[in-house]
């Protein structure tokens, strides 16, 4: 056993240290004054193509993606890198590359995409000239259970049609926004886990229209193509679109949610440390009733709270993350909900209480918190609620125990 | 003891019942559709107009104000009145012609204005003609201690001068919001609580600057007038704009707050039923994993919750109100402190409830609940965040217990 | 609405907070020094017999039953007296005749006992001669589902035989506790709510065999006659000891509820009364880095935290009483329900932080708190476990909001 | 970074846990019949030194020390052995003399003692010939601030003469308890951690009094040899009986504090596994509502949190153990305070949802739930408050963010 870090995650986390000092920060003000300035512009503000270009030169693109495709990291040695980049939640990963859902994207095509797929959408995907969604959940079932989705799939010769409703497909607001990545029932007859398939949709195919952006606790999220609504209505693609084989969405679906969850968990600590440094500055810095809030007692115990809370659901994804590494997802498969439950909750307690610390600023656009504070509660619905995870979870454990219970 | 409404309050709720049903609830959708389509204006949607002649064609006007002013109703009466309003908090309290900050502003002029000050303000606001706003928070300092505030008043022959940068200062976007309640320092030099003063300020004055909108968690909040920042640069008023006397602006402070603490826990009462009977219906209806969701027990656990907590939240706000009317907001101390505590802690929890269970539509603008939760959110920090409070509330406690001990 | 006291109540307090203050607070040191020192015996120790004597003298006796045989209070005026005895709950309730489970079962007799077993046994227990206990719960089963309830109760003839195990029969250790009243099942073809029927078994019946006392968080509870384990083998009594008639013990124990509800919850309240003062004067009177432990914010945070849980609880059990008062149990049943949930969780929170302001002296013998806690703790489960409450309380209120939920 | 076991660890693990299951856990109810059966005996039941002697056999003997004396494991090595013996917490520490307090005694006599301490106190403790305890803890002041130790330790010639009064001193209440390291004040003019020196006090030095033993929660624990208060009263012993120098004492204590809290923190992971594990089974097993309380989801809920906070807290756990090792306590600090927060609120925790999970028997004696409880509940307690180790986490993480402030 051994909490240290290897050469390599260390060396790039120096690299990525100085590159998020250095460039990141320094343009954190000017970006959100873009975004505030162009109301109905979807696109990233332009100060991010100095920011990519710089992370390229540096050796800070696709850091995410394992194998020949990327960078050749592992989980457990990514993590640390995605923590980094949380810090600057808006910026960062999409300067180096690594922003979701591209990521997730890139991963499936690199992995179940035939030659062709790959050749016309992963190679611009690594090179950041398109960028890409992914179309999963409905509005109109609860479709955390993979059994409801709704939207139909079917095949017609040589070609799929497509008929349904998504939203929250994120990204999808941003004209640029090329590829959708389509979750859909092709036999429903098929049993329970066989149902569905994935397929590669075409922004500017016909039938396709993005309808509205949906918002997110008042937040538009355009910095980074919003969240869409789109309706598919006899959407026609080729067959050669599919991904995979037919049946294959369900199984896809659970090979990609085990990294995109280490990522998105470790930005979320990456926010909650920002925001813990943050409150700690506050409170320093502030006076009331005769003294600093630093001297607060109150204040005190919400910092040690979040340092204590933080660094433990910190292990837990580091684990998560070298288990995935060396047993595989399905041998991690606890850990990898447990960190689903574990960090978005954290990540969202942590902040609430920087938004305290700060009072009114706190809820404003003054600081980063409020925003934060959205990611961080988004997330304990994104991917299925938390109580879908916690119920699943537990009835694992109690298998575990030789415990007879009925199996959901 | 006695747990039932008297005769007047059950009549004036049976007709605000019917209003709500009958003209409220049905303008919801036009009323954010007129403010998601007038992107710039910070004006109340039109369709406001409508619904305030039909509360006043039916006696639902101006009904927080007690004393010959107003409806003439007790803290008490009023109250469940309010906590209906607060099912469409948007709309029914404007309607109503009770909307803070009007409701204190008004609620002052009628107690402490001049007979001048009264008719110049007090008569158009009553007849819902202007708006007013409450300038007291300051961006520079921690302004939940009084004695922070650092915006100056100073007395120049027959004017006095302010100077000093105000923010969330709520309702002053709209351009009808002509009067600006200043809270100010008039002399940093007498004793800590006679340091303040409060002064009428006309809204076109010169050296008012009314600089943005703050927004809350994403939020603008057009539909109520917004909340701004504003710069006072040496604007000279006449010294017959002073309320009151010079060094009285804390006392008044502390008057006016009972009653708008009661208004503001009975809506936030309302919103948090508003948003249990949302969550019950979404779970009755929506299925997942073999069954509705409402089957599901943490999801009962939640509601039962929320049932328990609302109503122990209710009955204090209540015993607050009678104790203000029957032995004055000073003894009534302990329970005024603790409704700021309990109720939007409440209010908060149940509707972040709600939101889970609406999954992604709770958190987007489809649903009424993510701009709830922000309301609520937001009033664990108005007129002091919710930790000066319970400070202040244990102090009193402490004194309490101070007299000799009994053996244990 | 009205929250303040009627003067029967006003005049009963005032009395009864003279007697615990001239007599029985004096007496608790006596009280705990004689059950100390007489380690195998189960009778209340010595010192309650003076209490006694002086409450009967004082008219503080029998105050919890209404109606003729009782002092005639409604729940509603008994509410606040109970909660006084709370304070001293191994002293007071006893002291006034007014301790579980004596009461119920005096109840019981009262309303739903003939001529002849209202003659045998409620006479001497108004009288304070004997006690009693009431045999529900079995170690065998989660008795909380009272279908689950194994024990049988057969017509044989002129007589009952009963067979079963119970335990946690509170007071049978007691060898002054002359009468069981035993819940079982006669009849397990019946509908369910129709299957159970109440008995009254007296303690010398042969079969009948008190087995051990059982510990509650390491406490024997020795000074209110322990919690017995009882078997019961081919006790046979006269049929004339049925309570009612065969099919009744279920709607008899739902009517036995409400009332015992508010007793003990109020008493709860007392004692979380009594362990938030304690707390008071222990941290005002304790010093460590640099000052008194009342100067340290977290604390402060917890006392300003006790006022309000206990002062909305308190409500919430006032109205659950005046509610079956005016319009009966049925239609209090949400309070009633909501109080079972509340108030222990409050009660044992409040001491629960009690102690920890007392350090070790709070989890020892040197103070009443850690006594306090397991009470309240054990609350929690007796009656049925909080969950139980809980699912009941939300099915009832989804179908108050059309909810199509599944009957359960 | 790797988060598997080394081959040592590995190997003994698996001796322990077949030690465990065949040795300890087949012992427990014996155990506890001698425990019953002998009220008024403080020294552990016959039955251990059977343990004793099979463990001493498979070399599972003082593990828990480093260095030439003991078994020379890591903190990080012995961290997962002391969980396992949590399982057990009564036995298994006892039968591999493993079990506080002489475990840090002896460390401390290893660390710091003589040629000549060593050879009269350490070889019959590391050989279980006798224990010792550790006199801290003081009635009369909030000892969790050393400077508060009130007893003093006064040179007198040859010999040094104590006068004082601690309590809940841990295995003094047991006879074969020889040796008492206790803490006082030597010099009160010295600057504050150079006041206390610590001193061997034979148990029958003339002027020792071992007073009563303490009570936790209704427990006596006598099974390990209980809490006693002891009154010093000149107590006169040899010079030769200082540890170390005068004025180290809370030096000393310090140093004392890292292994001790790894080990406690470990076994009460063992503990909170094990209510984990009979609450899954118990749940299986029980039935109610018509079907097993295995189905319900609120349990499942408990069962999941309790899942992801026992993985965490043990991560935390064993990386401050890891820190110990590799870059000493000092730099632990973090770490170190932060188990000591978390671990015992997560033990308790899931104690309390297995208690309620198992109703009436939670509570009882009938199984090791409520003494498991109390052992984690006053671990809250036990070297110093959570608040104060929360309150001083604080102070260090606002001095590491006290740097220049990154703009936001």
Not at 88 to 115: I, Q, V
Not at 139 to 161: C, F, H, K, L, Q
Not at 290 to 300: E, H, S, T, Y
Request: proline share 5%; with cysteine; net charge neutral.
């Amino acid at each position: 056993m051994d909490f240290g870090y290897d050469q390599t995650t260390a060396r790039l986390l120096a690299e990525l240290r100085d590159f998020m000092t250095g460039w990141v920060h320094p343009a954190e003000e000017e970006f959100e004054r873009q975004v505030r300035e162009a109301p109905g512009r979807w696109e990233p503000p332009p100060v991010l193509d100095r920011l990519r270009a710089e992370a390229r030169r540096r050796g800070l693109w696709n850091l995410f993606l394992p194998g020949e495709y990327g960078a050749g990291l592992t989980n457990l040695q990514y993590a640390p890198l995605a923590e980094l980049t949380g810090w600057s939640p808006s910026l960062a990963p999409a300067a180096l590359n690594c922003a979701a859902p591209d990521t997730g994207n890139m991963e499936l095509l690199a992995r179940f995409g035939t030659p062709q797929q790959r050749e016309r959408w992963l190679v611009p995907l690594l090179d950041g000239r398109i960028r890409s969604a992914f179309a999963m959940t409905e509005p109109a079932v609860a479709s955390s259970d993979a059994t409801n989705i709704a939207t139909r799939i079917e095949r017609d010769g040589e070609t799929y049609v497509v008929n349904g409703r998504k939203w929250f497909v994120t990204g999808a607001m941003d004209p640029r926004c090329e590829l959708f990545i389509v979750m859909g029932r092709t036999d429903p007859a098929a049993p329970v886990r066989r149902q569905q398939s994935q397929l590669l949709v075409e922004r500017d195919t016909p039938g396709v229209t993005v309808r509205r952006g949906m918002s997110v606790y008042g937040y538009e999220d355009r910095e980074h193509g919003g969240h869409a609504e789109i309706d598919f209505v006899d959407v026609r693609v080729p067959a050669a679109n599919l991904i995979d084989v037919e049946g294959s969405g369900f199984a896809i679906s659970q090979a990609r949610l085990g990294p995109g969850r280490i990522h998105h968990c470790m930005r979320l600590l990456g926010m909650a440390e920002r925001a813990l440094e943050l409150m700690c500055r506050r409170v320093a810095g502030r006076r009331a009733f005769g003294g600093p809030l630093a001297d607060q007692g109150v204040i005190r115990d919400w910092i040690a709270e979040a340092r204590v809370r933080i660094e433990q659901a910190r292990l837990l994804v580091l684990k998560a993350a070298w288990l995935m590494d060396t047993v595989g997802n399905r041998q991690a498969h606890t850990e990898i909900q447990g960190i689903k439950i574990v960090v978005p909750a954290v990540a969202e307690w942590v902040v609430d209480r920087a938004v305290q610390a700060h009072g009114a600023a706190g809820v404003s656009q003054d600081t980063v918190l409020a925003r934060f504070w959205a990611r961080a509660r988004t997330l304990r619905l994104a991917d299925g609620p938390d109580e879908v995870h916690r119920q699943s979870l537990a009835r694992r454990e109690l298998r575990r125990h030789g415990g007879d219970a009925r199996r959901v």
